[in-house]
Every structure is written in structure tokens, then in C-alpha cells.
């Protein structure tokens, strides 16, 4: 069943690529954007993807005002970041180093997708806690 692979296509041809894999931990939630020259990608874990679902839908209804910027902390630390021109984007940067810009055209499906990968990162997580106990 994992990895968990779903790419999302835009209008225009662009491309969001987000995946489950799993991790000792439980799971790590991949967003990857393949058709960017650097081929950014950044890692979140259970929390992040949470977090990142939450800003998304926060983003959608603050267009066209601003929304403060959102942090999360632990071993796959990030920040959001709704960044308003030339176009609305969602803007994901990695605690090391890593970034991610989603426009505004991938947040339906990207929302759908968080919902759905996170129920897969929370039952691998169980299934890793069942593990070591």
C-alpha cells in the first residue's frame, strides 16, 4: 500500500505531486512540485500535514487579505506562508531548508489530498507505536 502516490495537474499543465511513505516514526507526507526548475520538496510528518490542511482552507477564505504566517516545530519543522502577488500561493519552508510554493490553483485538491493522507500518516503511526510496544 505505501507509498502512497497522488499527483494533482492544474489548467495550465503544472504539477503537485504529494506522497505517504513510511518512516520509523509512523509516516512522512512528501509535497513535491515536479515541474519547478529546482524540483522542490518538502517532508512533514502527521502534525505538519495537519497544520498545512488547516492553513489551506484558512488561505482560501482569506483571499484576497492576508493571513498570519503558521509554524510548526519537531524533528520535520515548518512554516506557511500565504503570499498574496503576483498571484495567491501557499508558500511551505522547511525548518532545513527546503521550500514549496502552491498556487492558489492546487488548493481544492490539495486540501482533499491532506485529508485523505492524513488518515494513512495517523494509522501507520499507530502502527509504529503498536510496534515498539
Given at each position: 500500500?505505501?507509498?502512497?502516490?497522488?499527483?494533482?495537474?492544474?489548467?495550465?499543465?503544472?504539477?503537485?505531486?504529494l506522497?505517504?511513505?513510511?518512516?520509523?516514526?509512523?509516516?512522512?507526507?512528501?509535497?513535491?512540485?515536479?515541474?519547478?526548475?529546482?524540483?522542490?520538496?518538502?517532508?512533514?510528518?502527521?502534525?505538519?500535514?495537519?497544520?498545512?490542511?488547516?492553513?489551506?482552507?484558512?488561505?482560501?477564505?482569506?483571499?484576497?487579505?492576508?493571513?498570519?504566517?503558521?509554524?510548526?516545530?519537531?524533528?520535520?519543522?515548518?512554516?506557511?506562508r500565504?503570499?498574496?502577488?503576483?498571484?495567491?500561493?501557499?508558500?511551505i519552508?522547511?525548518?532545513?531548508?527546503?521550500?514549496?510554493?502552491?498556487?492558489?490553483?492546487?488548493w481544492?485538491?490539495?486540501?482533499?489530498?491532506?485529508?485523505?493522507?492524513?488518515?494513512?500518516?495517523?494509522?501507520?503511526?499507530?502502527?509504529?507505536?503498536?510496534?515498539?510496544?
Amino acid at each position: 500500500m505505501f507509498p502512497r502516490i497522488r499527483e494533482i495537474t492544474d489548467a495550465f499543465g503544472g504539477r503537485l505531486r504529494l506522497s505517504v511513505e513510511e518512516h520509523p516514526s509512523g509516516a512522512l507526507v512528501v509535497i513535491e512540485r515536479p515541474d519547478a526548475a529546482d524540483r522542490a520538496r518538502v517532508l512533514l510528518d502527521g502534525y505538519g500535514c495537519d497544520v498545512l490542511a488547516g492553513y489551506v482552507m484558512s488561505a482560501r477564505l482569506a483571499v484576497p487579505h492576508g493571513l498570519p504566517n503558521e509554524h510548526v516545530d519537531g524533528n520535520f519543522g515548518a512554516s506557511f506562508r500565504l503570499d498574496l502577488e503576483p498571484c495567491a500561493a501557499i508558500c511551505i519552508a522547511e525548518a532545513s531548508g527546503g521550500d514549496v510554493e502552491i498556487p492558489s490553483p492546487f488548493w481544492d485538491r490539495l486540501y482533499a489530498e491532506l485529508c485523505l493522507v492524513s488518515a494513512h500518516a495517523r494509522e501507520l503511526a499507530r502502527r509504529a507505536e503498536a510496534r515498539v510496544h
